[in-house]
């Protein structure tokens, strides 16, 4: 590592990039109000959006899952990253040089923005040699026996890794490049005989991109005979601190605004679909990148298809109809069928993947499959049948007897009937039949159809208790506006009645400067961390500004209510006391409570008008 990144440098870097962008390259963001901004949430799953963002404070909050933070809190923990690595990710993309502190270990570092810089200088190198005479040839004519002509490759940065040890590693280390940082990136690999060698040779090269469009690594395709090259048909680059592999959609740099604004995301599989889909106009096209499509992947898609309050849009998978894509689509049963709804199946009739069907049946074929979508269930439960011969009445019944199952297993209680009504037809049975078959072969007892809880309360108490209300207010009044808070020093020590509010004022008033990152660096406690995000994000409850008047009317109603407390505390000892044998006593309790009753007073004063 390098030294530690100068704090003046952090502080630079922390405010000057914008939240609601940072966080706009991976949530579709709407207004909210108020100057907010609200999406679902990265962190958690969820159909309606409680992630909250407030720019002018540069904070991020959820109410689903109480997650907060600032831009930097959010890049950390979205990206897996280091503080330093997001730090330097931010600075990077603001165009700004961080400085570090000498004081730190002087060996040259690893750092984000130098694995990018050389990542994007291997693909400059890889599309250059693409096109030069040679052994290229067999580079470009893969590209052309699939459809790609010179534009297409260029389009999408498609490069040739030349049939050579060490030239890319000799190009970049020309360009400054450590072996480190190199090897870090994947870009090179220690050789058998020691030393360096490049990692990929005599392949085609597409750069993978993240969603902000970092080439970030490569997949590359060989172009040799198996005799001559025994590696894999497709290499990737292996997990690096910029390529992880479940987290990465190729394509996604492109097809991010298509697909927020037309709802839709077709996954196909391989880097050749992805080019041929978009260059048919199905603009919404991303791949895995030598993996499954998991958890984190639709996780990705599910925030970009956001819609006003809701998940709203299609997933559209191109399995080419073979047992994997069918086993794929059987698992939508037993999974938690959230948003099966949205998921739809497009296969091609002769089993043809798009880049295929590009070439056979041009631009339209492709536009096409993705029309000719069927629902996932559908597609599931219509491979199973096509397993039996449905000619024969021995056929159907066995047929029946595997699907059954399977329609019982769907959670959405209202598709069911509908689906009994489906496979009748196709089987060409009664539906009666198919009704007893599916009851007969369901769990015992009736489906629960209860929604999943999106999100649970943050607290138990009541929150809408009028004073809770009233403590949360000034609360926030003193983390959002604290140059207005004057009273705050004033507030007497039992004013907040409710355990985590105490423990937050407490918290506010040992951090020396007040400020929110300076009492969140100090916060570990993550229910207390998560309060202090939500309370800064949350907007205060006034119709009008925020002004003077308005805080000062609160402050003084939360002690109006908080000095009536004690005095009615105050009285009840008054009456367990004999004036008479406890006298001192009696009189010093008695003189307490006419100063109470009059800063009662006072406090009555200054809060009315009120608008709360
Ligand atoms: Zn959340």
Not at 235 to 263: C, F, H, V, W
Not at 346 to 369: I, K, S
Not at 496 to 516: G, H, K, M, N, W
Request: with cysteine.
């Amino acid at each position: 590592m390098a030294g530690r990144i100068r704090d003046e440098d952090v502080a630079y870097v922390r405010e000057h990039s914008h939240i609601d962008d940072v966080v706009g390259d991976y949530v579709q963001l709407k207004g909210a109000g108020g100057g907010q901004k609200k999406g679902l949430c990265p962190f958690h799953d969820e159909k309606s959006p409680s992630f909250h963002v407030t720019p002018s404070k540069g904070y991020f909050h959820c109410f689903g899952c109480q997650t907060g933070g600032d831009v930097i809190a959010f890049l950390m923990k979205l990206e897996h990253l280091t503080f330093t690595e997001t730090v330097e990710r931010l600075a990077e993309r603001i165009g700004y040089q961080l400085t570090y502190d000498s004081s730190g270990p002087s060996t040259p570092g690893i750092n984000r923005s130098r694995l990018v810089a050389a990542n994007t200088a291997a693909a400059k190198f890889y599309q250059e040699e693409l096109g030069k005479p040679g052994p290229a040839q067999f580079g470009r004519d893969f590209l052309n026996g699939r459809g790609f002509d010179r534009a297409a490759a260029e389009l999408f940065g498609v490069g040739y890794a030349p049939d050579e040890w060490d030239a890319l590693y000799k190009h970049l280390s020309g360009l400054g490049y450590t072996d480190t940082e190199l090897n870090t990136a994947g870009l090179i690999k220690e050789g058998s005989r020691g030393g360096f060698i490049d990692r990929y040779r005599n392949r085609l090269i597409w750069p993978v991109k993240d969603i902000s469009g970092d080439v970030v690594g490569f997949g590359a395709r060989k172009l040799a005979s198996d005799e001559k090259d025994q590696g894999p048909k497709y290499l990737n680059t292996s997990e690096t601190p910029l390529y992880k592999k479940s987290q990465l959609l190729y394509g996604l740099d492109m097809a991010k605004k298509e697909i927020a604004k037309k709802r839709q995301v077709v996954i196909v599989e391989g880097y050749t679909d992805v080019m041929a889909a978009h260059l048919a106009g199905v603009t919404t096209a991303v791949a895995t990148c030598g993996t499954a499509f998991g958890d984190d992947h639709i996780r990705i898609i599910r925030r970009l298809l956001m819609d006003d309050d809701a998940f709203r849009g299609e997933v559209i998978f191109t399995f080419d109809g073979d047992a994997a894509g069918q086993k794929a689509a059987l698992r939508a049963f037993d999974d938690d069928q959230k948003f099966v709804a949205q998921t739809f199946v497009a296969v091609a009739a002769n089993g043809m993947d798009p880049c295929d069907l590009r070439q056979t049946g041009g631009d339209e074929a492709v536009r096409d499959l993705v029309a000719r979508r069927v629902p996932l269930f559908e597609f599931a439960i219509k491979s199973v049948i096509a397993g039996y011969d449905t000619k024969t009445p021995e056929g159907r019944v066995s047929a029946l007897n595997q699907v059954a199952p399977l329609i019982s297993k769907i959670k959405d209680a209202s598709l069911r009937p509908e689906y009994v009504r489906s496979v009748a037809a196709w089987l060409g049975m009664e539906v009666d039949v198919v009704t007893r078959a599916v009851k007969s072969s369901g769990p015992k007892g009736s489906h629960s159809n209860q929604p999943l809880l999106e999100s649970r309360p943050s607290e138990s108490v009541n929150l809408k208790d009028p004073i809770l209300m009233l403590e949360r207010e000034v609360l926030k009044v003193k983390l959002q506006v604290s140059e207005l808070a004057a009273p705050w020093s004033e507030l007497e020590p039992e004013v907040f009645t409710y355990a985590p509010y105490a423990a937050l004022r407490a918290r506010i008033d040992e951090s020396p400067d007040q400020v929110i990152t300076d009492l969140l660096d100090r916060t570990e406690d993550p229910d207390l961390r998560s309060l202090i995000t939500e309370l800064t994000v949350e907007p205060i409850r006034t119709d009008g500004e925020i002004s003077e008047r308005y805080i000062q009317s609160i402050f003084a109603r939360l002690r109006e209510v908080a000095l009536s407390r004690e005095i009615a505390e105050i009285k009840s000892t008054l009456q367990r006391l004999n004036p008479v044998e406890n006298e001192a006593e009696y009189t010093e309790t008695f003189t307490r409570l006419v100063g109470l009753e009059a800063k009662r007073r006072t406090q009555k004063e200054l809060a009315i008008g009120e608008a709360l």
